[in-house]
Nanobody, 123 residues
Framework: QVQLVESGGGLVQAGNSLRLSCAASGLTFSIYQMGWFRQGPGKERQFVATIRRSNSTYYSDSVKGRFTISRDNAKNMVYLQMNSLKSEDTAVYYC?????????????????WGQGTQVTVSS
């Protein structure tokens, strides 16, 4: 049974940093591309970042230069370091996994999802 469990969310002031973690189990983690998505209040879920099994990364324009995605295959973990947070970053953040090889920013192409962790940025 595949499980993705996010942690690290919380309340933070604008301009500060937060690191999200996602623990994966029940899958051969190293072969999966791992992504982060978010859903803000009243908004649709949107792509944030992804990291391929080769460790190449891809970001949405809204977070490029502020967020960094990384992975630790030995620990079956993926991280999202979020710096210079803005109020518009407020959302529930989801971790997701896909076996697709190319850069995948479409949520429909992800096979597994976590339950999400809330990030609230106060201005």
């Amino acid at each position: 049974q595949v499980q993705l469990v996010e942690s690290g969310g919380g309340l933070v002031q604008a301009g500060n940093s937060l690191r999200l973690s996602c623990a994966a189990s029940g899958l051969t983690f190293s072969i999966y591309q791992m992504g982060w998505f978010r859903q803000g209040p009243g908004k649709e879920r949107q792509f944030v970042a992804t990291i391929r099994r080769s460790n190449s990364t891809y970001y949405s324009d809204s977070v490029k230069g502020r967020f960094t995605i990384s992975r630790d295959n030995a620990k079956n973990m993926v991280y999202l370091q979020m710096n210079s947070l803005k109020s518009e970053d407020t959302a529930v953040y989801y971790c997701a996994a896909t076996t697709r090889l190319g850069i995948t920013a479409s949520q429909s192409e992800y096979d597994y999802w976590g339950q999400g962790t809330q990030v609230t940025v106060s201005s």
